[in-house]
T-cell receptor
């Protein structure tokens, strides 16, 4: 298995632009998680899905952030409009459910100028 | 909000030495996981502990879950340069698959 796939690996954009991050979870996993990692705040959970349904989005910072999971093999995290404080590494992870391992993708490093 | 504080934040030691890093909270967790993250990659699971007082060994790594399920420790014996990385603890709550990650310990092993 190729593991969790994220694209792009790096994104540099200007303030105000729309940014879309993509994730393909491991086949057969029914949970998908989006995280953000910064030096100041560490690794924070933004939102997670179970069987394609959003379960907890309490970590989404504000309305500029949205996430979708249209099917079991694809999810997007969108930021519109982007701001410099959104600069971070965004990770997608998938898992098989409670108490099991979460498998992380390589991350997308986002820089908003 | 549940917080997991890790200490030390940074640790740099010589190859061959022993070390312990800590993960503490005022909240009770149903289980606790330890991950290691290398530069440019996502975290990778090392171990899951689920029972208060549980001790698990993974080669030179020993993990302990506190009796009260509020804290955990990771002990590394005879550290190697390959142990270098960011160590993260993460707790889960009963009936919930959401992970709360700790603040992290950045470990550097000097050859």
């Amino acid at each position: 298995d190729a593991g969790v796939i994220q694209s792009p690996r790096h994104e540099v954009t200007e303030m105000g632009q729309e940014v879309t991050l993509r994730c393909k979870p491991i086949s057969g996993h029914n949970s998908l998680f989006w995280y953000r990692q910064t030096m100041m705040r560490g690794l924070e959970l933004l939102i997670y899905f179970n069987n394609n349904v959003p379960i907890d989005d309490s970590g989404m910072p504000e309305d500029r952030f949205s996430a979708k999971m249209p099917n079991a093999s694809f999810s997007t995290l969108k930021i519109q409009p982007s701001e410099p404080r959104d600069s971070a590494v965004y990770f997608c992870a998938s898992g098989e459910g409670r108490l099991t391992e979460q498998f992380f993708g390589p991350g997308t490093r986002l820089t908003v100028l | 909000t549940q917080l997991l504080e890790q200490s030390p934040q940074f640790l740099s030691i010589q190859e061959g030495e022993n070390l312990t890093v800590y993960c503490n909270s005022s909240s009770v967790f149903s289980s606790l996981q330890w991950y290691r993250q290398e530069p440019g990659e996502g975290p990778v699971l090392l171990v899951t502990v689920v029972t208060g007082g549980e001790v698990k060994k993974l080669k030179r790594l020993t993990f302990q879950f506190g009796d009260a399920r509020k804290d955990s420790s990771l002990h590394i014996t005879a550290a190697q340069t390959g142990d270098t990385g960011l160590y993260l603890c993460a707790g889960t709550n009963f009936g919930n698959e959401k992970l709360t990650f700790g603040t992290g310990t950045r470990l550097t092993i000097i050859p």
